[in-house]
């Protein structure tokens, strides 16, 4: 596990870190205001992929300035791989994809869920909407499980550093995702446990994007539709979940990523103790 830095270099540390959280927030505003030029005519799913086709490419370009930067002073060892697509990107996505799956069965079968054919399906719209899922799981794990995450874990820790972007992460999906306490309380800091795990599990990005993409595309796909003409399926429950319904599909979320995440890490941990 990343241990924290040394004393002598925390200054420098955390003033890498504000550097990459000035600037990053900059290339966000930027990415804001050339979304905002996208005419309100144009499908959904464009609209959606407006701002993390911009933040995305500049985001990648600063983590690697800034990298590139880190390597006069830090062996490869303590680096890390900032692309977002690397050799271990599928698999990391197919499992994603059976996580989120194992999800919907386990509402079939505790909750009655069933699919219905949707009429309004369109494939051009479908393509469009899980190309814009891949860019923002890439936009998000770009900004919280990349170099901000990276240097955290240096300066205070892992656990710690998932502490602190945990919080961050369910704050920008309470604010910008429009989400609802509970779901963004339980799901989006569960999930920014496992994405964090998978991030130094594999030392890089890629893994994390693809792990995250494949959880949302099985999520849009099998549970929760981003848009109603983007899915062939309709998922239908018998009757509108109750309170307490809805309390323990959290929980069976909570579970499946928690149990992920523990998975993850441990592997982790006998890989590095192998190694060592």
Do not use: C
């Not at 800034?66 to 680096?79: G, M, V």
């Not at 929760?224 to 109750?242: E, G, I, K, Y």
């Amino acid at each position: 596990m990343t241990q924290p830095a040394e004393p002598v270099s925390r200054r420098a540390e955390w003033r890498r870190l504000g550097l990459f959280l000035a600037f990053g927030t900059a290339i966000f505003l930027v990415a804001v205001v050339g979304a905002a030029f996208v005419p309100f005519s144009w499908p959904d799913a464009i609209r959606r992929s407006a701002h993390p086709t911009i933040f995305v490419p500049l985001g990648v370009a600063l983590t690697v300035i800034l990298l590139r930067k880190d390597a006069k002073d830090l062996p490869p060892a303590e680096l890390f791989n900032p692309w977002p697509v690397g050799g271990t990107s599928i698999p990391w996505l197919l499992l994603g994809i059976a996580l989120a799956s194992l999800i919907a069965v386990t509402f079939v079968l505790a909750f009655g869920l069933r699919w219905t054919p949707n009429i309004r399906w369109s494939g051009a719209s479908g393509a469009l909407i899980l190309w814009a899922i891949v860019l923002t799981a890439a936009a998000e794990e770009i900004a919280f499980r990349g170099y901000a995450f990276w240097r955290l874990m240096r300066l205070v820790g892992f656990w710690p550093a998932q502490a602190i972007v945990g919080a961050f992460f369910a704050v920008s999906h309470l604010t910008l995702g429009g989400y609802a306490l509970l779901p963004a309380l339980v799901g989006t800091v569960t999930g920014s446990v496992l994405y964090g795990v998978t991030f130094a599990r594999t030392r890089g990005l890629a893994a994390p994007i693809a792990l995250h993409s494949g959880w949302n595309i099985a999520q849009h796909m099998l549970l929760s539709p981003l848009d109603q003409s983007a899915t062939p399926l309709v998922p239908v429950f018998p009757h509108v979940p109750s309170e307490r319904e809805y309390a323990v599909m959290l929980a069976i979320v909570a579970i499946v990523m928690a149990a992920a995440a523990v998975g993850i890490h441990r592997f982790r941990r006998r890989r590095a103790m192998t190694d060592a």
